[in-house]
């Protein structure tokens, strides 16, 4: 069965460092990969998707992901971080059978000091 | 353009009461997901549906159940209500139901909260 796994629940930074949430998946065949943000009570946001060619995916906000077939990974960065960039961050992959539903990880929240 | 609107955006239920959320997709959009996000934990896909027709259910009870309308908004239909189904109810939106059009928008979800 396809999973996700985001490994940190918690990552702290300080604004203007490097950023890396990281992910893992499970999955047969070729994955399609998302990941979404999620700020506090609210819905949550595309912010890059991957479906195959560039392993690079650049996304909006400054952020980028890199596809790791070998590793089964889809880990994501940004260069600096804003105070802003403070909020939950899920990946995810679709699951292509039968139906193209989402199966999400549990989530890693990103705390930013000032 | 307006995104995928959703309501109410919070309600309390009494244990055993019928709840309908409402979802209105992205204008084009024909394809229409839920999802259970239960608190600290990623949200969980309950049904899709396309042009009218149930595409998919995940692992959830009959008392969960949904509908697609011609205008292709939804309804969440969630019956004799429990504790546990206290979450945030998200709907998502996407232009079909094929893999490339399938990339979904969530709109900002309805807190259900049941006591």
């Known amino acids: 069965a396809q999973s996700v796994t985001q490994p940190d629940i918690h990552i702290t930074v300080s604004e203007g460092a490097s950023l890396e949430l990281r992910c893992n998946y499970s999955?047969?065949?070729?994955?399609?990969l998302f990941w979404y943000v999620q700020s506090p009570g609210q819905g949550l946001q595309l912010l890059l998707k991957?479906?195959?060619?560039?392993?690079l995916v650049q996304g909006i906000k400054g952020f980028e992901a890199e596809f790791k077939r070998s590793q089964s990974s889809f880990n994501l960065r940004k260069p600096s971080v804003h105070w802003s960039d403070a909020a939950e961050y899920f990946c995810?992959?679709?699951?292509?059978?039968?139906?193209?539903?989402?199966?999400f990880g549990t989530g890693t929240r990103l705390k930013v000091l000032a | 353009d307006a995104g995928v609107t959703q309501s109410p955006t919070h309600l309390i239920k009494t244990r055993g009461q019928h709840v309908t959320l409402r979802c209105s997709p992205i204008s084009g959009h024909k394809s229409v997901s839920w999802y259970q996000q239960v608190l600290g934990q990623g949200p969980q896909f309950i049904f899709q549906?396309?042009?009218?027709?149930?595409?998919g259910r995940g692992n959830f009870p009959d008392r969960f159940s949904a509908r697609q309308f011609p205008n292709y908004s939804s309804e969440l239909n969630v019956n004799a209500l429990l504790l546990g189904d206290s979450a945030l109810y998200l709907c998502a939106s996407s232009y079909d139901d094929t893999l490339s059009g399938n990339t979904i928008y969530f709109g900002e979800g309805s807190w259900l909260t049941v006591v």
């Open positions: 999955y047969g065949a070729t994955p399609y």
């Open positions: 549906y396309y042009e009218k027709e149930e595409r």
């Open positions: 991957y479906f195959s060619g560039d392993t």
């Open positions: 995810a992959v679709v699951a292509t059978s039968g139906t193209y539903k989402y199966i």
